[in-house]
């Protein structure tokens, strides 16, 4: 006998925003599978707006608020029974950041939670890892979004420690990142993994995933330092247009992916990993997990 819930989560991030539907099916005497029903992504970019201006622009907060009125029609139709709406750096940063959450409740119903870093690394962390995590070896998590990147050291099979810093794709294509925040994190990095012998990565976001599907790869196969290097390389050679037209990267994927492989590949420099493990994953499945075990 099994029984099925619906969750939702909504992850309101620096670059885009996503409904995520999940069918949970319970088995008496066996552990919970998660199941994508559906995934929704709106490329609203508020990082634009939060990191350059300080604000989300009116025009933002309408687009904000129909996404939001479609993604409960949504829900409806899939007779969510639980959902959790989470905004990250770029709602946290905007100094109207409260403010439109409260418009949009007003509007929509919807409550928002504005989470913190610590929050958005734990909560990715609690996403579902057992397949991929042996205990016997060590991973350092990242995740790569529009306003910051979360990383988490696992060891043992128990997650070690996590740290969030203010470096994400829109930042880097802004010019908004120095030099400084970049020595911060090589040294965090080296800092966290010297106990260890070796370490490999487990890297999650759009990005990293369109790396992964151009690399035909099996899902369970890992991409090597030498793989992601040479996309690097690879898609700086390409113009903007080429990267859309050659490569089919959608428009608000084109301009930010190079961003990405370089925080991802100084992530495999620093900790010394040669290998990284995308298992498509990301906030909005961490969300739904940690509601489902009652951690948010």
């Given at each position: ?180 925040v970049w020595h911060e994190i ?99 499945d961490g969300i739904v997990k ?7």
């Open positions: 006998m099994i029984n099925i819930k619906k969750y939702a989560a909504i992850d309101i991030g620096s670059n885009a925003m996503r409904l995520l539907v999940s069918n949970i099916v319970e088995q008496e005497g066996k552990e919970a599978q998660f199941n994508k029903s559906s995934l929704v992504r709106v490329p609203i970019r508020l990082g634009q707006d939060a990191f350059t201006v300080g604000e989300i622009t009116e025009e933002n907060i309408e687009r904000m608020i129909d996404a939001m009125k479609a993604y409960k029609l949504l829900m409806k139709v899939h007779k969510v029974e639980k959902y959790r709406a989470c905004a990250t750096s770029a709602m946290r940063e905007a100094y109207n950041g409260n403010e439109v959450a409260d418009i949009i409740e007003n509007e929509t119903g919807i409550k928002i939670e504005i989470i913190d870093g610590k929050k958005e690394a734990a909560i990715i962390a609690s996403s579902d890892l057992h397949h991929l995590l042996k205990e016997e070896k060590t991973y350092l998590y990242v995740d790569v979004g529009g306003g910051s990147t979360e990383f988490s050291l696992f060891s043992g099979g128990k997650i070690i420690v996590s740290k969030s810093f203010k470096n994400g794709t829109v930042r880097l294509l802004n010019n908004m990142v120095n030099d400084i090589e040294k965090w990095i080296k800092t966290i993994v010297e106990p260890y012998e070796s370490v490999t990565l487990i890297g999650s976001g759009g990005n990293i995933n369109k790396l992964f599907k151009l690399s035909g790869k099996q899902q369970e196969k890992p991409l090597s330092y030498f793989y992601i290097n040479s996309q690097y390389q690879m898609l700086n050679s390409l113009t903007y247009e080429q990267r859309i037209a050659e490569l089919g990267l959608n428009p608000d994927r084109a301009d930010v992916i190079i961003y990405a492989t370089r925080i991802y590949l100084n992530a495999m420099k620093w900790s010394g990993a040669r290998h990284i493990y995308v298992p498509k994953i990301g906030l909005s940690a509601m489902y075990h009652g951690k948010i």
